[in-house]
C-alpha cells in the first residue's frame, strides 16, 4: 500500500457543507492550504488560515472568476510526478510545488438548469477550472488525492489519522474514479441542456453524440434474479416519483420493486388533482386494476374487483395524500410497496403493523405532459425517445361507426385509452364506470389480449359472486389500430359496447363494418401508444 502524505492542499469548492471541518481535520495535519474567491472567505471567517491562488499563480483573479486556476503552478503542482528527474527539474527551476490533495465540486450547473435560469445565467454556470483540476488530480493520483463529493471528506480525514497524514492507492484510486464519474456526468449534463436548448430553437436532428449519468442512490441485494448485480443510479431529472420518494417504512426496495413503483407512478399520475382519487395495482409492471372514484377508498375497492388474484403482492401508487380509510383496506391483502404524494398520520400507523410494507411518499406527482427523455439499454448501445406524453381529448375523437357513444362510453372510452398507453403491447383495456374490467397485456397478438382480458373479467366475476362479468357494457381500448375484424370481434364477444382504438389499418373499412354490425359505437384517435 503506497501512502502519500498530504502537505498542500487546494480546495475551491461550489458546495461548502462540511467545508469547515474538513478544512479544520487538515489543519490539524498541519497541511498548507490554498483557496479561491468565496471558499478562501469562508475558511478565512471560520479563522483558518489560507492563501489565495493569485499568491501562488502570480496573477489575479480575472474576468469575472472566469480564469482563475487555469494555470501552470496550479497544474504544474497538480501534475507532476514527484519521483520523476525531468518533472521534478522542471519544478524546480520554475518554482513549482507540489498540490497533494484537491478538493472541488464543480459549479451547480445542474442545479441551475432545474430552477429554469436564462441562457446566459446557464452559461455562466458551466465550470471550466473545475473540471480541469479535477481530471489533472485524478489522472496524476498515484500522488494527488482528490475530492469531488462531501461525503468523502471523512473517508480522508480517517486515512490521514491513521497514517499519520497520509493517504492510501487504494482510497486515491476509489476518489479518483469518483472524479472522472462526477466530471463526465457534469459534461453530460452540459451537453444534454445544449441538446435541449438547440431542440427549442427548431433543430431537428439528434445530437451526433450523447451521454447520460448518474448518482448512485443504493447498491440493490440483486437485479432481476438472484444472480444478476444490479444498483438504483438517480439522474437528477427534476420529476417526482421513486427516485424523489422517501421511504417510510419497510424493507429494503428491490430491483423489481422500483421498476413496478415506477410504473404504477406514471400511470397514477395521468389523474392529477383536481382529478377524482385514483388508484393503480401494478404486477411485473403491468396494472392489473385501475380505477377513479369519489375518495381513494373507493378508487382502490374499484381496481381490486379487476382482478384481485394478481393483485395479490403487487405494488400500489395513489394520486392523493394516503388516507387511514383507505390503509385499513389495503392491510387486508399483501402488498409488496404503496406509493403516493404523501401519507397522513392515521394511514402510516395502520400500516406500521405492516413491518415488511414499503411505504414510500414521492412528495408529488411526476408531469405527465413533460416531454424528458427516457432511454433503455441494447446489446452494444441505447434508445433514446421522448416520454409519451400523447393525450386524447373528446373533441380529437372521431366517431366511424353509425352508433355514437354514449357519454359514459365517452368517459371510458378515454380512460380506456389513457390505461393502455402503461400497459405493454399488444394491450387490450376494458373499462367500466371508471374502472379496469379487464386487462390484456403483452401478446403477440391483439386477439389474444382481447380474450385474456375476458377471460380474467370472468373469473374476477365468478369469485365475486356476480351475476356478469364487468365487460358486460364496458367500453375497450386498443393501443394500436386492429388489422382484422377478429380483434374488434373479440372485444364484442367479451360484451363491450364501444371501442376506442387509433385507426389507419388498411383493413379499417371491414373492421368498422364489423363494429356496425355488431352494434358497436367506435371511436378512431390517430394516435397510439406501443409500450415495448
Not at 375518495?295 to 392523493?320: H, I, M, Q, W
Not at 390503509?327 to 409488496?336: N, P, Y
Not at 387490450?428 to 379496469?436: E, M, N, P, Q
Request: proline content about 4%.
Amino acid at each position: 500500500m503506497t501512502l502519500r502524505p498530504i502537505r498542500r492542499a487546494l480546495l475551491s469548492v461550489s458546495d461548502k457543507s462540511g467545508l469547515v471541518d474538513f478544512a479544520r481535520g487538515l489543519a490539524r495535519h498541519g497541511v498548507f492550504l490554498i483557496s479561491t474567491g468565496g471558499t478562501a472567505k469562508a475558511l478565512r471567517d471560520a479563522g483558518l488560515q489560507v492563501t489565495d491562488i493569485s499568491q501562488i499563480t502570480h496573477f489575479p483573479e480575472m474576468m469575472d472568476g472566469r480564469v482563475k486556476t487555469l494555470h501552470p503552478m496550479v497544474h504544474g503542482g497538480l501534475l507532476a510526478l514527484r519521483d520523476k528527474p525531468d518533472h521534478a527539474e522542471a519544478m524546480k527551476t520554475h518554482s513549482i510545488e507540489g498540490i497533494d490533495l484537491l478538493v472541488s465540486n464543480l459549479y451547480p450547473f445542474e442545479a441551475t438548469v432545474a430552477k429554469g435560469a436564462s441562457f446566459e445565467e446557464t452559461i455562466e454556470q458551466i465550470d471550466i477550472g473545475g473540471p480541469a483540476m479535477t481530471r489533472a488530480a485524478a489522472k496524476n493520483h498515484e500522488w494527488v488525492t482528490v475530492v469531488v463529493d462531501t461525503q468523502d471528506y471523512a473517508a480522508v480525514l480517517a486515512e490521514m489519522d491513521a497514517n499519520k497524514g497520509a493517504t492510501s492507492a487504494n482510497l486515491r484510486r476509489k476518489l479518483a474514479q469518483t472524479a472522472f464519474a462526477r466530471t463526465a456526468a457534469y459534461d453530460a449534463a452540459v451537453a444534454n441542456w445544449f441538446a435541449g436548448e438547440l431542440a427549442k430553437d427548431g433543430v431537428k436532428e439528434p445530437p451526433r453524440r450523447r451521454a447520460f449519468a448518474g448518482t448512485l442512490r443504493q447498491p440493490l441485494r440483486y437485479g432481476e434474479n438472484p444472480h444478476q448485480e444490479a444498483s438504483f443510479y438517480v439522474t437528477g431529472e427534476k420529476r417526482f416519483g421513486v427516485a424523489s420518494a422517501q421511504q417510510l417504512q419497510g424493507k429494503e426496495l428491490s430491483y423489481n420493486n422500483i421498476n413496478d413503483t415506477d410504473a404504477a407512478y406514471e400511470l397514477v399520475a395521468e389523474f392529477a388533482p383536481p382529478a377524482s382519487a385514483a388508484c393503480a395495482i401494478i404486477k411485473h409492471a403491468n396494472p392489473c386494476g385501475v380505477a377513479l372514484g369519489a375518495s381513494l377508498k373507493e378508487a382502490y375497492t374499484k381496481a381490486l374487483a379487476c382482478d384481485p388474484v394478481s393483485a395479490y403482492g403487487g405494488v400500489l401508487a395513489f394520486n392523493r395524500t394516503l388516507d387511514g380509510a383507505t390503509a385499513e383496506e389495503i392491510v387486508k391483502l399483501f402488498t409488496e410497496v404503496i406509493i403516493a404524494p404523501d401519507a397522513d398520520a392515521d394511514a402510516r400507523k395502520i400500516l406500521a403493523a405492516k413491518k415488511n410494507l414499503r411505504l414510500l411518499a414521492a412528495g408529488g406527482l411526476p408531469d405527465p405532459n413533460s416531454s424528458g427523455l427516457t432511454f433503455r439499454s441494447v446489446s452494444g448501445g441505447f434508445l433514446v425517445q421522448t416520454r409519451d406524453n400523447g393525450r386524447i381529448t373528446r373533441a380529437e375523437l372521431k366517431i366511424v361507426t353509425k352508433r355514437q357513444p354514449t357519454e359514459q362510453e365517452i368517459i371510458d372510452m378515454l380512460l380506456a385509452f389513457t390505461i393502455g398507453k402503461h400497459v405493454k403491447s399488444n394491450a387490450v383495456v376494458y373499462v367500466k364506470d371508471g374502472a379496469t374490467a379487464g386487462i390484456g397485456a403483452g401478446q403477440m397478438s391483439r386477439v389474444d389480449s382481447a380474450r385474456i382480458a375476458a377471460i380474467k373479467a370472468r373469473d374476477a366475476a365468478k369469485a365475486a359472486g356476480w351475476a356478469q362479468p364487468m365487460t358486460v357494457g364496458s367500453s375497450a381500448a386498443s393501443d394500436a389500430f386492429f388489422p382484422f375484424p377478429d380483434g374488434l370481434l373479440a372485444v364484442a364477444e367479451a360484451g363491450a359496447t364501444a371501442v376506442i382504438q387509433p385507426g389507419g389499418s388498411i383493413g379499417d373499412k371491414d373492421v368498422i363494418k364489423a363494429a356496425d354490425d355488431a352494434g358497436l359505437a367506435m371511436a378512431f384517435t390517430g394516435m397510439h401508444h406501443f409500450r415495448h
